[in-house]
């Protein structure tokens, strides 16, 4: 068994770089453990995409499996809440596929709620000084389409969810804001810890107004 898989993706939309490719590798350097950490990288298909997210689970049999993607415009780590079944891209993906509706995982729930700890996950980030935020939507892109096929495919002893990330400093197109990566990756890794260590989720407000 794995400790934890961390999962990013290849650049998408013209994009030379990804960081949430680069943040996963970089954090999985800088791991100190003791648990294993593993690292793959998923196409942006939504015909590829969950199959390689499944078959990454089925290699490393994971306590913990966090799927990374970017979000470009937003300027804090998301760690989102809600997964929902429906494929509906605004765009193109790699592959050339453009759905307009559509479930993730066809026989599936209408949705499903992350396993992490997330609100500990955003409490734990921000106190190492790095923007964070607790997100309630995914989108219905790629991301979304992963998240899915993570919460479907893990098992009930695996703590499971998804994290946002903005540009790396340098990369966003313009003028969208950035971090600098060693931070993202930074954020990641003590997602992955608190993810690991802690036995249950914090109760405290986390929700917002609209």
Do not use: Y
Not at 116 to 130: E, G, S
Not at 159 to 179: D, S, Y
């Amino acid at each position: 068994m794995t400790g934890v898989l961390l999962t990013g993706f290849e650049p998408f939309g013209g994009a030379a770089a990804n960081p949430s490719a680069d943040a996963v590798r970089l954090a999985a350097d800088r791991w100190r453990g003791p648990e294993p950490l593993a690292v793959g990288i998923l196409p942006v298909t939504f015909a590829g995409s969950g199959p390689r997210l499944r078959a990454l689970l089925a290699e490393h049999d994971p306590e913990v499996v966090i799927a990374v993607g970017v979000a470009g415009g937003r300027s804090s780590i998301g760690v989102e809440r809600v997964a929902v079944n429906l494929r509906d891209a605004r765009i193109p993906d790699n592959a050339g596929a453009q759905p307009s509706s559509g479930p993730s995982v066809p026989g599936g729930p209408p949705a499903w709620f992350a396993t992490l700890p997330v609100k500990r996950i955003v409490r734990d980030v921000r106190a190492a000084h790095i923007p964070c935020e607790l997100s309630l939507s995914a989108g219905t892109f790629v991301c979304n389409n992963v998240f899915a096929h993570a919460m479907d495919a893990a098992s009930a002893r695996v703590r499971a969810g998804f994290i946002h990330v903005p540009w790396a400093t340098g990369q966003a197109p313009h003028g969208e804001p950035e971090l600098p990566l060693a931070d993202i990756a930074r954020a990641l890794s003590i997602a992955a810890r608190t993810a690991l260590d802690a036995p249950d989720d914090v109760d405290e407000p986390g929700g917002t107004l609209h």
